[in-house]
């Protein structure tokens, strides 16, 4: 029985062999790098040259790559290091770009790293973010308590419903509104700057060979900032410290933190002058943010056919429990989490 016919890739090899020849392009070394959430896959070829670039396909009925052109301009005028637009064909949804190479941060960690490497690589993200946050907003969609609201939805159908086979109970409901209200509130509340959305370990690429060698300023290269948003300066901090693919303990958390608040302040952006307050809008964005996830990665699963997600649920959901238990508003969320975990909490005086 015969495989059945990509008709997309056809297109994108008709696409290709119609380029200009200075290009030099080796069209047989064409090859999947990569695949993300969305209907968006990415293919590596080299070129005569001994280069590699990357071929974008997003289909235009499914994907519309014009914030992907949009965004990437934002980004290389405020100085981070992107994929560089060669040739695009928006009509067909096809772009070629430069490669930043097959190292992301996520496949580093994994393959193991000293901590001084780590350290290193993690510094050069933190001073990446603080640059992408002075950048141009222009164009850019709002990020405002309506969305953050609604985007929380997704928990309680998806996890709650779908994943645990469980109904809310009406006080449930009503509780699990409240905690939402108070953490859009809480976000929209404070002040806007571009914000990439999945600024974590898969999106950030190592540029340079190994820490300390190469152009710091260049390092990381950024992937995957076509959905940017206007919204809260606190979001993409927490993305990065409370990484749904990659553990991080508390200690390493707040560590990043502090030396992402000494460095915005130090930029000019507009954050609180007490960590304290800080630390805790930015914790409350990482519930919002995580809550959505849980979400998200239930409805790949049972909607899309992607049970790999599941993989990095309980990693997200302790994150959300580090969060709801340090604060007494939020605490339903750990009951409810305690229900639908079946894990029994006894109130008593300790010895």
């Not at 290269?221 to 919204?231: E, N, P």
């Not at 553990?247 to 000494?262: G, H, S, V």
Request: with cysteine; proline share 6%.
């Amino acid at each position: 029985m015969h495989e059945p016919r990509d008709l997309r890739l056809t297109q994108l090899e008709s696409w290709l062999n119609g380029l200009p020849a200075t290009l030099a392009l080796r069209l047989d070394t064409l090859q999947p790098a990569s695949s993300d959430a969305s209907f968006r896959r990415y293919f590596r070829l080299q070129t005569h040259s001994g280069n590699s670039l990357i071929v974008m396909d997003a289909p235009p009925e499914r994907e519309d790559s014009h914030p992907f052109v949009h965004v990437a301009g934002l980004l290389q005028e405020a100085g981070v290091t992107v994929p560089e637009i060669l040739i695009q064909d928006l009509a067909q949804g096809f772009l070629l770009l430069s490669d930043l190479g097959s190292t992301t941060y996520y496949s580093a960690v994994q393959q193991g790293l000293e901590d001084g490497t780590l350290q290193v690589l993690y510094r050069d993200a933190l001073a990446a973010l603080v640059r992408m946050q002075g950048s141009a907003t222009a164009g850019l969609p709002v990020y405002d308590e309506a969305r953050l609201l609604d985007e929380m939805s997704l928990f309680p159908e998806w996890y709650v419903e779908r994943h645990h086979g469980s109904t809310l109970t009406e006080q449930e409901q009503t509780d699990l509104e409240t905690v939402f209200r108070l953490l859009a509130r809480s976000a929209a509340s404070q002040p806007c700057v571009l914000v990439h959305r999945d600024f974590h370990s898969p999106n950030l690429m190592v540029t340079y060979p190994a820490a300390g060698q190469g152009d710091p300023a260049r390092n990381p290269g950024i992937l995957d900032f076509q959905d940017a948003l206007l919204g809260p300066i606190t979001y993409d901090i927490a993305s990065l410290v409370t990484d749904a693919r990659t553990t991080w303990d508390e200690a390493q958390q707040l560590d990043w933190a502090i030396r992402y608040w000494e460095l915005g302040r130090a930029a000019g952006l507009p954050l609180p002058s007490e960590f304290s307050v800080f630390h805790q809008e930015y914790e409350w964005m990482s519930l919002q943010r995580n809550l959505r996830i849980m979400g998200v990665f239930c409805r790949l699963n049972y909607r899309d056919g992607k049970p790999w997600y599941l993989d990095h649920l309980p990693r997200v959901t302790q994150y959300v429990r580090q969060v709801a238990q340090r604060y007494q508003p939020l605490r339903p969320l750990l009951k409810l989490l305690d229900r639908l975990e079946n894990i029994r909490t006894y109130n008593g005086i300790a010895f």
